[in-house]
């Protein structure tokens, strides 16, 4: 089925423009309103949001769309991803909303609709919800006496906070800890420093000014150059970058050296193994996940499973094999036993949680294997359908001949933006770049 609204991640789109407008937020409220009525109980929805300026209005929408068919909405205010996917099983919702672009810039925003069970909804839920927006919604409407009802919930960042620090071994503390936490001007601004603060760290908090536009700006898990300063000129022990939505998270250790989502996954699943806690075998990565990583787990005697690009398919992966731990080079990283979709707090309090229990500066611990020469290119494009053109699938034939099977070739179209998005893997780091430059080239002309 051809899909108008919904991507890899929920609606995204450029705020005010078809399909991020009010109007259509209006109709995603309704129909997914009454996707979620089941019952003769009052049914509940929670609604958060990131910091972006477009968010009043998308929140407005959405609170309106639910309301005319009879739902009784909470408002969660400024609040991480993963805090609404909580916050909607706690409070016994039908439904959970986030309201963000996560990484993207402040110009974008989105929708996130997460079930009464906590995780994101599935293909064949969207398909109907899509269905409903594009059908005469409304002789649905409650009536007088039915409309809901919009409350704010009070308290639901600190609900949260207290959520995350129960993911940190209670019989440690951050006690001698300098850390500083880039927020990137996003929803986790408020939440993951006083979190950090009260575990006993000393905190340097940067990234935590939202103003509406400056989300993702020159900071957060995108752009770490501010935060990797920031820990070489105050002497911190650590530094953790957040996203927009504060459901991903990248490291720098003591010397401002990066630390991606691979390295993060094979040091906490191997302090796991060790404690006995990981489940299923091994870990659940995606086609973009480094070989190295790969590697690095066969070494241990374990698998790394991969999936398609996109956490809720490497939720869906996690949960049909039995593995507790999944995640993105991205820094996007699901602990199942704690959160059912990627936290960026909860992930960087693990890292935390082995950094303490082993007593190691974050730069020894931070390069759990060695990572295969790899190249991401991005390829904007206005329309069209750059892949289907017989020169890119020629050039893509004679690219992953030329690879090998010592390496590894993805292409593929983002699910959030207009872009075409390039990884060439291979020992040879020369091979690996002219291959990315030849195939960047041959889908530019192809696009236009």
């Known amino acids: 089925m051809s899909r108008r609204y919904f991507g890899t991640d929920g609606i995204r789109g450029r705020a005010n423009v078809d399909p991020m407008t009010a109007e259509i937020a209006l109709k995603a409220g309704m129909a997914a309103g009454l996707h979620f009525q089941d019952g003769g109980h009052v049914h509940r929805v929670v609604i958060g949001k990131d910091t972006r300026l477009s968010c009043y209005m998308i929140e407005n929408a959405l609170a309106a769309g639910f309301v005319s068919v009879g739902m009784e909405v909470l408002l969660l205010g400024p609040i991480p991803t993963p805090g609404v996917a909580t916050l909607t099983r706690s409070m016994r919702a039908d439904l959970g909303v986030m309201i963000s672009a996560s990484h993207n810039d402040f110009e974008d925003n989105g929708i996130k609709l997460f079930g009464p069970d906590g995780f994101k909804l599935s293909d064949d839920d969207e398909e109907q919800i899509e269905a409903k927006m594009d059908g005469d919604l409304s002789p649905m409407r409650a009536g007088p006496q039915m409309i809901g009802r919009v409350r704010r919930l009070q308290g639901a960042i600190g609900r949260y906070s207290e959520f995350c620090k129960s993911a940190y071994p209670r019989e440690m503390r951050l006690d001698g800890l300098r850390i500083v936490i880039d927020a990137a001007n996003g929803a986790g601004y408020r939440v993951a420093p006083e979190a950090l603060w009260e575990l006993g760290a000393e905190v340097i908090p940067i990234g935590i000014e939202?103003?509406?536009?400056?989300?993702?700006?020159?900071?957060?898990s995108t752009s770490t150059a501010v935060m990797q300063k920031a820990v070489h000129d105050y002497r911190a022990d650590i530094g953790i970058a957040l996203d927009g939505d504060a459901?991903?998270?990248?490291?720098?250790?003591?010397?401002?050296?990066?630390?991606?989502?691979?390295?993060?996954?094979?040091?906490?699943?191997?302090?796991?193994?060790?404690?006995?806690?990981?489940?299923?075998?091994?870990?659940?990565?995606?086609?973009?996940?480094?070989?190295?990583?790969?590697?690095?787990?066969?070494?241990?005697?374990?698998?790394?499973e991969r999936t398609q690009v996109g956490d809720r398919y490497v939720v869906k992966r996690m949960l049909e094999k039995g593995f507790n731990m999944g995640g993105e080079q991205s820094g996007h990283i699901i602990f199942s036993d704690h959160s059912t979709t990627g936290d960026g707090?909860?992930?960087?309090?693990?890292?935390?949680?082995?950094?303490?229990?082993?007593?190691k500066p974050m730069s020894e611990l931070g390069a759990q294997f060695e990572r295969v020469p790899q190249l991401l290119k991005n390829v904007r494009y206005l329309g069209g359908a750059p892949l289907e053109s017989e020169n890119v699938k020629a050039a893509l034939a004679a690219a992953e001949e030329r690879l090998g099977r010592d390496g590894r070739l993805v292409v593929r179209k983002s699910g959030t933006e207009p872009l075409i998005r390039i990884m060439?893997?291979?020992?040879?780091?020369?091979?690996?770049?002219?291959?990315?430059?030849?195939?960047?080239?041959?889908?530019?002309r192809a696009a236009g």
């Open 210 to 220: 939202p103003n509406g536009t400056n989300i993702n700006l020159n900071c957060g």
């Open 345 to 359: 707090l909860i992930a960087a309090l693990q890292v935390l949680a082995v950094l303490v229990e082993r007593q």
């Open 424 to 444: 060439a893997e291979h020992g040879d780091n020369t091979l690996v770049h002219a291959i990315v430059a030849e195939l960047e080239e041959t889908i530019q």
């Open 247 to 304: 459901d991903r998270v990248i490291i720098a250790d003591e010397k401002g050296h990066v630390v991606d989502g691979d390295q993060i996954m094979a040091l906490v699943a191997d302090w796991m193994l060790e404690r006995d806690e990981l489940r299923g075998g091994g870990i659940v990565g995606t086609v973009m996940s480094n070989l190295g990583l790969q590697r690095f787990m066969e070494a241990k005697g374990q698998v790394l």
